[in-house]
């Protein structure tokens, strides 16, 4: 289990850029899956992006491709998400998690299979 600790959201307008960090503690294991997840008041915690850490395998949600780019400094244990075109509906906490996985599964969604959460950076974008 690593600690995981998010940070880089505040409050920008439609189609201002954000970048946020999650800074992990210790070293990641090869066969970490990385992600981020956001959940808005009164939703359901959803899937954003993920990246396994020993390659340049990535996943998407729909509603962000094109806009979020996931990526990672191995050396710095730093997951990024750069976040374009943000949106009123891209609003909510956003939150890193890891979780350990095999080749076959590495890309699954759900936010229940991930052990290892941060506490969540919140995102606002107005209108």
């Known amino acids: 289990q690593v600690q995981l600790v998010e940070s880089g959201g505040g409050l920008v307008q439609a189609g201002a850029s954000l970048r946020l960090s999650c800074a992990a503690s210790?070293?990641?294991?090869?066969?970490?899956?990385m992600a981020w997840f956001r959940q808005a008041p009164g939703k359901e915690r959803e899937f954003v992006a993920s990246t396994r850490w020993s390659s340049e395998n990535t996943k998407y949600t729909d509603a962000v491709k094109g806009r979020f780019t996931i990526s990672k400094d191995n050396a710095k244990n730093t997951v990024y998400l750069q976040m374009d075109s943000l949106k009123p509906e891209d609003t909510g906490t956003y939150y890193c998690?890891?979780?350990?996985?095999?080749?076959?599964?590495?890309?699954?969604?759900?936010?229940?299979?991930?052990?290892?959460w941060g506490q969540g950076t919140q995102v606002t974008v107005s209108s």
């Open positions: 210790g070293r990641i294991h090869h066969m970490y899956v």
């Open positions: 998690a890891a979780r350990l996985a095999g080749l076959q599964d590495w890309a699954v969604t759900p936010a229940k299979y991930y052990t290892d």
